[in-house]
């Protein structure tokens, strides 16, 4: 199946330093990063703070230029895109920000937030259609005709998300980028914006790819996942795959740090052992050598290569055939129906089968309304 969108030996490097303190130096953010994301699938990508998943997500979009390397949405070039090219992809593709506290203008009203890039991207459009698109969407995503008229303070976290979301979706857009987008809020309702962000998927045929620091956010929801360390993919596979039968040491780490819910808070979890290095200085070989209880000298001089693992499933590491499986148990992975039914999709889909959109329904149809 032809990708949505590709990234071709992604870098950014950022220049650092050079004052009275501190010495010149490249932060590496991103360092190498190759993606290629089907249309009408939710695409995680995962890894500890400062890993690289912002940048990496800005140059997806062209938010921010990439060093070196190539972006291409669609067959089209992002990296090179001005103009109308860029106007048209920043229809297509929408961020949804971690932080809905200032991620929406406190002096626009909810219907100017959400009516403002219609305002952009369709202004021939009559301010009564606006007005009709504007309560269309705010019922999209569970909120009703009269929100329009209140202000983002009148509104809690997850509200002002879906407000959000809403002005992501005004567009018509095709890829929708969140960064951590429940990450800000409440873990209560947390559940709810990752379902209704899941269901937005199904019913629009939306592709999302969705950034997360914590794996089990991310777990029950996408099709694919990758794990990013220090700027460079280290594993990527099919979500259930990655969950059962990780293969690189750091993913089996991350997710034996994950919370069991059966716990209930009292056993203590395993961390992964140290801080991870500097950008700056990023470690040669493989970059997790520093922390990894398997490293060898031949990690610490050679970067390992991506290997395949089986289908689509992709790890750099040198000994993932050595390393015995890790001897954590696994939960059986629990999907809601919405995700349980865009994977059947995602399936067919990648198997040549067309995929028929499915109707949109009524915010009374959703579970998790407000
Ligand atoms: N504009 C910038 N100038 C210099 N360094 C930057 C800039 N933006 C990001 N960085 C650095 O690049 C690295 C990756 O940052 P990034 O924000 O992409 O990480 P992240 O994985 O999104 O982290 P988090 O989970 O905390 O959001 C960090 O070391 C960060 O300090
Ligand atoms: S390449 Fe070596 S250091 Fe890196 S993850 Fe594999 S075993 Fe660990
Ligand atoms: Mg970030």
Redesign the pocket.
């Known amino acids: 199946m032809k990708p949505i969108l590709e990234a071709q030996n992604v870098t950014k490097h950022?220049p650092?330093g050079g004052g009275l303190f501190a010495k010149k130096g490249l932060?590496k953010?991103v360092d190498g990063v190759s993606l290629s994301i089907v249309p009408g699938e939710t695409f995680a990508i995962v890894?500890e703070?400062?890993?690289?998943?912002?940048?990496l997500a800005r140059l997806l979009m062209r938010l921010l230029d990439a060093t070196t390397g190539d972006v291409i949405f669609d067959g089209r070039q992002v990296t090179t895109a001005q103009g109308r090219a860029l106007s048209d992809l920043r229809r297509d593709v929408q961020f949804i920000f971690q932080d809905p506290f200032s991620s929406l203008n406190p002096r626009m009203s909810v219907g100017r937030l959400v009516g403002e890039p219609l305002e952009v991207h369709a202004p021939n459009m009559s301010k009564a259609d606006r007005r009709a698109k504007v309560s269309d969407l705010l019922a999209q995503v569970g909120l009703r005709p009269e929100h329009a008229a209140r202000y983002p303070h009148e509104f809690s976290g997850g509200q002002r998300q879906r407000i959000g979301i809403a002005r992501a979706l005004a567009t018509g857009p095709r890829l929708i980028i969140g960064d951590?987008p429940v990450s800000a809020l409440d873990v209560s309702v947390q559940a709810q914006v990752v379902n209704l962000l899941g269901d937005l998927g199904r019913d629009l045929g939306l592709t999302l790819i969705l950034i997360a620091?914590d794996l089990a956010v991310i777990r029950h929801m996408s099709d694919r996942v990758a794990v990013m360390y220090l700027g460079r993919i280290v594993e990527q596979a099919p979500a259930d795959a990655l969950f059962d039968t990780p293969r690189h040491p750091y993913t089996r780490a991350l997710l034996d740090a994950i919370p069991d819910p059966d716990d209930r808070g009292t056993a203590a979890r395993p961390r992964i052992d140290g801080e991870m290095p500097s950008?700056l200085d990023p470690p040669p070989g493989c970059a997790f050598h520093t922390r990894c209880p398997h490293a060898t000298d031949l990690c610490r001089t050679d970067v390992p290569a991506p290997q395949t693992a089986s289908d689509d499933h992709m790890t750099a590491c040198h000994h993932w055939r050595d390393i015995p499986a890790s001897p954590r148990t696994t939960t059986p992975t629990r999907r809601s129906p919405a995700t349980q039914a865009r994977l059947e999709l995602y399936r067919q889909a990648t198997e040549g089968a067309k995929i028929i959109p499915v109707a949109t329904p009524t915010p009374h149809d959703r579970e998790d309304t407000i």
């Open positions: 950022f650092t932060v953010a890894g703070s400062g890993c690289g998943k912002s940048t951590e620091h950008p």
